[in-house]
């Protein structure tokens, strides 16, 4: 078969370029000083025997974050980016990520508490490692990198040959000829991507093999790194000899499973070799790469995706490796990884014949300019060695006098870029903050998560076989569809809310003025507001705060608000304070007070200086990328400080609060209060009873209440509802300006998930 | 207290004229000969324990309908309207309601059944009646108004006031005055709305006391009718007094019970009167009114509007009735109905007097012209007795020989009218089809309904203290509210739906020419359609039914489809037919066929004059009043005629099917056709599993299957679903235009209702 050939005339080119795509990275919980750490993985993180993204390695100190599959390498990147996200900010406060793949400062053996897993075969399997190969050797890190081919390239490619009957074998083929052909060359991905130059003294048992000041490409990938007895190896001639020789090793007992094989390239598709013939090779793992300390998670999309040519050549050139040419590329791979980094490798004319090969795929695939720029940036580095990484690494080393140090500067920096925009996942960040934020809630507790339209704010979301849809963060199955049709219309809320007690303000519509003043009994004595339908900025808006008792007053507020518009409404007027009620299932989560954009004096600046200190808050922003908005000093603005007797440049005494909307939205720069504690038990009990009657699970209600530490009375003087919103915000809970905050997500994941410990 | 001088300067001539009012009809059930029938109170009514709409009085033949109180006499109108629609609809074949208040054919006394009740009391009550009574006069039926002043007037009423210091009290001397003044002027509504002049001569025990020929004005009204023994006599001096001389007649035992005293005002509140002196008269029942014949349900709105402001004159006037005025009322009122109905009354100038003074008030209240006019109208009517309802009914008894088959012949008609439109409730045909039918259903199984918001199609249906709320018919309680949204999103629909296993058409987007050829081995061998994101009129649509195979005729078909839109699809074809399946909980209810509109050739007719044939069947008509819509013979039906070599005059031969369009929507003139037997049960299981993965209670689910007959595989060739809709039509199921009807609106009443059989 011409793979070559076959591409070109059914062109196959751009089913060859996709695929799909999954990273695990490995590293180690440090100190600020970079030292491993003796705690346990955190309890935040949830369990360890499910969780799809946060788990632990060999020790409890060793995370492995792991990326869902995905079609792109940019939306595994973006996964990974989250998933670090959550996990530096779940972190306790002095631990942080160490960002190379040697572990620095290690404690002495016995402190390493090997990963706390439920099962016990897991267990022991990790004590049988540590007689193996003793503990430090474990604590090594590296990113694996998971890729399979598009399945439709595999069946067309299959269909277009003749020469291979079964589509199984054939796909067997395919997949170890590339496993073939990248064991030989893995040099060339460790030559430009390896960065473990150096290592503590303490993490050689028999002392260190490197001379004084002597750095390498690679000790992780050398004969001191994470390798098997050299004695042992396997055939890739093919599947059968490939299971054949593993089961021998295991079977001898060189081997405690056949997963202590720690090749370079894993055939992937079954738990056991022998199973994969029937089954066949699903997708392949490539575990050479060290984590790359300049990057935030461990690799560069770059990098990624010239990872991703350098496989696709590995399956695209005409020739298959052989059992020699295997164990060729692993000598070379050792030589390499032994090599100064700053020097010429001994095999840099091998490695620009392979580029070249690679170039050329590139032009007969039409690639994009993207990668050819980046192989051939790569190509360049054959001539520059000081331009490989692990040159850059060993000049980083030099310059903060050891990698440690380096780690640690490079982690606390890490650490404190993801969590500069706490309320946001980075990656995401095109969703509304909300549906960030159960993500982040959902990815901390490992459950599946599965973007099903990104515009529409659509997740999946499942813990074993429990799929649960959610829009919006708090749209789900527990809400019956007809709550939001209820909410929808205020006629009906009202209708409802008053059918089952609640307080309700009452209000008619007139559209002439003649109807309205003789309707004037109906409403004498009572607390109303008179205003028009459409309300503009407050325009023929009267209130009779203490109830109208005069027919000229109450004819007169008519004729104001019909100078505005062709319809009126005399509503009941509350008195109080309006609150916002947070109701999940049987209870209020949290209440929140908005309170108009305002600044308070302190004698010394103007108004201006002052609104521009409190933008400088770190949750205000454009509003939506941020959980509060930034004052604007809009005309509005101005023309409400104008009422008060100020301008922009007044300096206001200290301590006055100075108004600058009459509004209260966050959206126009209000303030949001946590008023939890300080809410009467009464009113949450009433807040979830009208969330109940609407049949809602999410709701957010809103009150208006004269005194919040007096008990609830049944009636309009005590407290009236004026709104229930189906898709409440949970951000202005979660992320008050002042106040305690209220993790509101967590408890829609806990009412979707009860069975989720 | 001068009532006058209060509406006046306080202005409630508004609220005065406000209420609540509901009305209770009682007939007969009879065959087509106008004889009662002696079949038992239909099963498809439900159960009589709770029916707040349809009950039966007396006997088992004697309906009676029941309004809910309504804020407008239009509104209780509707209702009745609405009542009468079901009751006739449901009524057998045989049987229709007797629009006389006199009955006629009377059978046998032992043939006549008292209504069967459940609670003993009741059946005993009606035995004791027998007794004291006989059957037959207890036949005879009538008109219940009932009517409440708006609170807020007696309330605004009280506060102006000075002399009563007890609000209940005031009220109840309010309520009292009324009674007292109707009693004493009852007379007059006699004179104009009575319409019972005869009746049979077996009616009576002792032999008929009226003359051959004698007509009088109204036997019910008189001693020979619905009337207490003379001797009881109730004091309406004071409520305490009412509540003395009512219960010493109870005790005496010359009443059975309070109810049965047959005064023509009952102080309505409580149970018993005594109790009324504490809770205050809430509303009073006024029991004089005739059917009128000529009204289809009993009663005009024009003359419900002459009561209304007769019963406001009852209160308006300066005096009140003392005792003797109640007897004198009661004596001139048997006179007057004894008086020959085309002669003058003995009391016209009193009546005069009085209407007089009601034209007054309504000056004073600057009443609509309405009602002036109607008022002017009856005042003429004392000078000219042959235009009162009772005159224009002996001229219609004489020219029919007999007001049993006068009234046979009326019964026939408004039974005809009633089921003209039988898909629609008259009254409430500005509502959709499907709430109305769902109201059809809800009315005649007795859930109280409550029309939350009209234009919105807002119900709320209760049975017990069970609500449920319904918008169009049927979105609740019952969907998750994920569902809908779910829906909404067709991309997220199909991740949705593959997810859980369905055969899901696959489709994939392309923006530019290139990159769907690209992708061209993707569909290679598979069957698609190409077409423009945005189809219109099937432009640009090319179908690869048995695969496409060819790479150059996939670049020639997407070519195509790019002429007509910026982005095209490429999409799963799937051979087969569509069927709807509505899914409501585990069951698929129905399965349908939209045909795309036709004609069937019969070899004499031309298409348009087949067209005009086709288009008088009873369901078509504008497509939103009717569950069919008519086909009009545009430009499409013209251009798919010429594509088929025919033009509307031409005369298709015998049994060809013409096919007028190509989209087999009901609105554009398609034919519904029930397949719910044909259907293998495997789809109707597939319906019913997509329905719950999307957590839907009713579904409307769409699936192309190429043979109906055979059970379904599992893959798309077998069948594939293209659509879930959570708003589904249900008119169609209900009154399909072919096959049989699925009265899945009453499906929907037992889902949110289980309890009620």
């Known amino acids: ?14 089913l060859f370029q996709q695929g799909l795509f999954g990273i695990e990275k490995e590293s180690q919980r440090v100190y600020a000083d970079g030292s491993i750490v003796t705690t346990d993985h955190p ?3 949830g369990n360890r025997s499910f969780h799809p993204y946060i788990q632990t390695d060999f020790a409890e100190s060793q995370l492995e974050l792991v990326t869902p599959p995905s079609k792109t390498l940019e939306n595994a990147m973006r996964w990974l980016s989250a998933i670090h996200e959550v996990t530096l900010r779940t972190l306790p406060e002095d631990e942080y990520i160490f960002p190379f793949s040697m572990p620095a400062g290690l404690p002495p053996e016995n402190q390493i508490k090997v990963a706390q897993l439920d099962n016990p075969e897991d267990v022991a399997y990790r004590e049988h490692l540590v007689k193996s190969y003793g503990k430090y050797k474990q604590m090594v890190s590296g990113i694996h990198y998971n890729f399979q081919l598009e399945p439709a390239f595999v069946k067309a490619l299959f269909e277009a040959q003749t020469e291979q009957k079964s589509a199984v074998d054939f796909q067997n083929d395919l ?20 960065a473990t130059p150096t290592v503590d003294k303490n993490y050689f048992r028999n002392g260190s093999p490197l001379k004084p000041n002597q750095y390498v490409r690679s000790l992780r990938s050398s004969q001191f790194g994470y390798v098997n007895d050299p004695e042992i190896k396997v055939s890739f001639e093919s599947l059968q ?17 056949e997963k202590e094989f720690y090749s370079n390239v894993r055939l992937r598709g079954a738990n056991k070799a022998r199973d994969l013939v029937k089954t066949g090779i699903q997708y392949l793992e490539f575990r050479l790469f060290d984590l790359n300390p300049f990057a935030p998670y461990g690799m560069t999309l770059e990098d990624a995706k010239f990872i991703h040519y350098f496989i696709l050549l590995m399956a695209w050139l005409d020739h298959t490796a052989d059992q020699d040419d295997v164990e060729l590329g692993k ?37 994009s300019d993207e990668i050819k720029t980046i192989v051939k940036e790569k190509f360049a580095q054959f001539a520059n060695p000081r331009d490989t990484l692990c040159a850059n690494v060993v000049v980083a080393i030099e310059k903060f006098a050891g990698y440690q140090k380096l780690g640690a500067d490079i982690a606390k920096g890490n650490k404190k870029n993801a969590s500069e925009r706490f309320y946001a996942l980075s990656a995401f960040d095109n969703m509304e903050l909300s549906t960030q934020a159960l993500m982040f809630d959902a990815i901390q507790k490992g459950l599946k998560v599965e973007i099903l339209d990104e515009r529409d704010q659509f997740l999946s979301l499942q813990y074993g076989d429990h799929i649960e849809y959610v829009k919006n963060g708090n749209m789900t199955s527990h809400d019956r569809y007809i709550s939001p ?62 109830g109208v008792q005069n027919r000229d007053d109450f004819a007169k507020a008519v004729e104001i608000a019909f100078r505005e518009d062709k319809e009126i409404m005399v509503e009941d007027y509350l008195v109080g304070t309006e609150y916002r009620f947070f109701v999940l299932g049987d209870q209020t989560l949290a209440v929140l007070l908005r309170v108009p954009a305002n600044v308070v004096g302190d004698g010394v600046h103007s108004i201006k200086e002052l609104v521009a200190m409190k933008n400088d808050h770190p949750l205000r922003g454009d509003g939506s990328r941020t959980p509060l908005k930034k004052i604007v000093l809009g005309d509005i603005e101005k023309l409400q400080l104008k009422e008060q007797g100020w301008t922009i440049d007044s300096i206001p005494p200290r301590d006055l609060i100075v108004q600058l909307r009459a509004n ?19 009113y949450k009990q009433i807040a979830v009873g009208i969330s109940k009657a609407m049949g809602a699970a999410v709701c957010g209600v809103d009150l208006i209440i004269p005194d919040l530490t007096k008990p609830a009375e049944p009636h309009l003087q005590s407290w009236g509802v004026i709104e229930a919103n189906f898709n409440p915000m949970m951000m202005m809970h979660i992320f008050p300006y002042a106040g305690q905050s209220r993790r509101v997500t967590l408890d829609v994941l806990k009412m979707l998930f009860p069975e989720m410990k």
């Open 1 to 14: 078969m011409n793979i070559q050939n076959i591409i070109k005339q059914h062109h196959l080119e751009l």
């Open 43 to 45: 309890k935040a993180f």
């Open 175 to 194: 997949y170890l000829k590339i496993a073939k052909n990248f064991l030989r060359y893995q040099w060339i991905l460790l030559y430009f991507f390896s």
């Open 241 to 257: 000899s490939y299971a054949d020789s593993l089961e021998h090793w295991v079977n001898s007992g060189k081997l405690i499973a």
């Open 331 to 367: 000598t070379r791979l050792a030589e390499v990884a032994w090599e100064d980094p700053l020097s010429s490798t001994t095999y840099s004319v091998e490695g620009e014949l392979v580029l070249l090969e690679m170039q050329k795929m590139l032009e007969a695939l039409q690639a």
């Open 485 to 546: 049709l209820i909410m929808e219309n205020k006629v009906v809320t009202k209708k409802v809310l008053a059918k089952a007690g609640f307080n309700v303000p009452q209000s008619v519509e007139f559209t002439d003025i003649e109807s309205a003043v003789k309707n004037f009994p109906l409403f004498e004595n009572r607390a109303v507001v008179i205003k028009p339908k459409s309300t503009n900025f407050g325009l023929g808006i009267t209130i009779f705060q203490y």
């Open 664 to 682: 209260s939205n966050i959206s126009t720069g209000g303030d949001s209060i946590d008023m939890t504690d300080q809410m009467h038990e009464s």
